[in-house]
């Protein structure tokens, strides 16, 4: 299957090509764009988002040191205009950083990473582990992980593919955690996890970019007879003439589950979208094509259309209306909620019908942008998670809903008056009844706001707030509003060494996002990172 996969991508991407990366459809902050999640992961550099439904931008890359210690999760700034803030607000040291300390509930915990530049290649080792302490009975955790990353660049002298990089890498991790609110508290889940990848890309090249990868996924939980083995490829390519682009993406992936209920079954899907692309007037660009998607339990095609309108320097807006369907792995799924019942988990397809979005921006340079927007869609038989028998474990469930999403991020970079990030989001998710799908919270709001003295010490302040949100379908339990501030200080000893002292849930909030298990108590945590 796989040596078959690279003859079919280059092929159908040399004749149908594709132009927009997947960053340019999405809407700003995704609430939702699939319910069966705990934590929306999306936006601030350093907070932690809270969360309810899928984020479709969760990042494969959950190795890469980018997360607090406390949470095995990347936080990925939302489209449109998104950034790198790293690479914005701090130095980049090529060779490699530790981020190690202890805390009341962590103890201890280490993020690390090691790079060697060579001509023309960078490789690199990623390393991550905690043990977190029993701060309610049975909630005590313990993860490491680990994985090599190999980066080398064709360069522009080359006579074959000039100016591409390949990028390969591995990864394991092992988590050890307890379904604490479920009817057997005590006993521990151990979550073994590996990923590879191998990926070729140009986005540079003014007449023919692209980029196409190979990816592999397993995931085992041995106490429970749980295996899923993901396999698959996806490309984009776009060939440019003049003012028009042919462009197609493509993915193709098998899952196999074994599971109580499912005996290494595979599941097949393929999704391809070719469209053209048109300048049609100085910057204004039109996009118009279709979409197939065809899996083991549905086949639907779908038009598709953008266009997008810059009024002037730093002032944007970008509309699309683009049906879309997408099949979810456990290997996602389990990012954003791991208090699920694998015994009964199935292949699960997510559809939206009637999708549009618009997404208004306005950025100044580098310093700062704001950008806000809508989303709507429905759906027939949208997924879900559901505890309705309060076992302290969730399953899928499906309903008929109607979506609408209101939102707006906030984004000024380091400056004279510190750095400010915050989003809020108002997104109703509803039943033909009028119902607010579980867990799926009407408000999130997250704030970050940060200062760095002349001497050498540093503020910062983070604000997350989930709100209006219930633990039943017939929306009569409700759940009390998740409220969370932290303060961190720094003290930079060195341009290469900083100490920082940190507080999370700095009231001793009681909060849940899933019915039963409690978030992080007040979390006091010292801690240093090195740069060299």
């Given at each position: 299957?796989?040596?078959k ?31 069966i999640?705990?934590?929306d ?20 890359e ?39 300390g ?106 023919f ?17 749980f295996?899923?083995n ?8 776009q ?16 899952q ?16 391809i ?7 049609i ?132 970079h ?11 989001s ?49 929306n009569?339990k409700?759940?009390?509003p ?31 996002i ?5 978030e ?13």
């Open positions: 299957m796989i040596k996969l690279f003859p079919i991508l280059f092929l159908t991407f040399y004749i149908s090509a594709f132009a927009q990366d997947d960053q340019q459809k999405n809407s700003s902050v995704e609430l939702p764009s699939f319910v999640t705990g934590k992961i999306i936006s601030l550099p350093k907070a932690k988002k809270l969360t309810s439904p899928f984020v479709s931008t969760v990042s494969e959950f190795l890469k040191p980018a997360f607090t210690p406390d949470d095995f999760e990347i936080t990925n700034v939302p489209d449109p205009g998104k950034k790198e803030f790293n690479s914005v607000d701090t130095a980049d040291y090529i060779n490699g950083s530790l981020d190690a202890f805390g009341v509930n962590l103890r201890p915990f280490a993020n690390g990473n090691l790079s060697k530049q060579f001509n023309n290649g960078i490789f690199g080792i990623d390393f991550s582990g905690f043990n977190k302490r029993a701060y309610v009975d049975n909630s005590d955790r313990y993860l490491f992980a680990g994985g090599i990353r190999f980066a080398f660049f064709i360069g522009d002298e080359s006579p074959v593919i000039p100016n591409t990089q390949i990028d390969v890498g591995a990864k394991y991790s092992f988590d050890a955690y307890k379904l604490y609110a479920s009817a057997k508290p005590d006993e521990r889940r151990r979550l073994e996890r590996g990923h590879f990848y191998f990926d070729v890309k140009n986005p540079a090249n003014d007449v970019s692209y980029d196409y990868r190979l990816f592999n996924t397993i995931d085992r939980i041995s106490d429970e007879s295996f899923e993901v396999i698959g490829a996806e490309g984009y390519t060939i440019q003439i003049g003012p028009v682009s042919a462009n197609a993406k493509l993915k193709l992936m098998n196999r589950l074994s599971n109580d209920s499912l005996d290494n079954v595979n599941f097949k899907l393929i999704d979208r070719p469209y053209i692309g048109l300048n007037w100085g910057p204004v660009s039109l996009q118009a094509g279709f979409d197939f998607f065809k899996s083991d339990s549905s086949s639907v095609g779908n038009l598709f259309g953008a266009l997008t309108i810059p009024f002037g320097k730093g002032v944007s807006l970008y509309g699309e209306y683009a049906p879309q369907e997408q099949a979810l792995t456990y290997y996602e799924l389990s990012k954003e909620n791991r208090f699920f019942n694998t015994k009964t988990l199935n292949n699960i397809v997510e559809h939206k019908k009637n999708l549009f979005d618009a997404n208004f921006k306005y950025e100044y340079l580098i310093y700062y942008e704001v950008n806000g927007g809508i989303e709507y869609f429905t759906s027939d038989a949208y997924p879900f998670w559901d505890d309705e028998n309060s076992t302290g474990t969730f399953h899928t469930d499906y309903a008929k809903i109607k979506s609408g999403k209101i939102f707006v991020n906030f984004l000024f380091k400056g004279p008056f510190g750095r400010f990030y915050a989003d809020l108002y997104n109703s998710l509803k039943t033909d009844n009028g119902n607010q799908l579980p867990f799926v919270p009407q408000i999130a709001a997250n704030a970050n706001y940060g200062y760095d003295f002349e001497n050498g010490i540093g503020f910062e302040a983070r604000l997350k707030y989930y709100g209006n949100s219930f633990s039943d379908q017939g009569k409700k759940l009390d998740f409220a969370s501030l932290s303060v961190k200080g720094t003290y930079n000893f060195s341009k290469l060494l900083n100490f920082y002292f940190e507080a999370n849930n700095l009231t001793d909030n009681k909060n849940y899933w019915k039963g298990y409690r992080d108590t007040l979390d006091l945590i010292l801690g240093l990172n090195y740069k060299f």
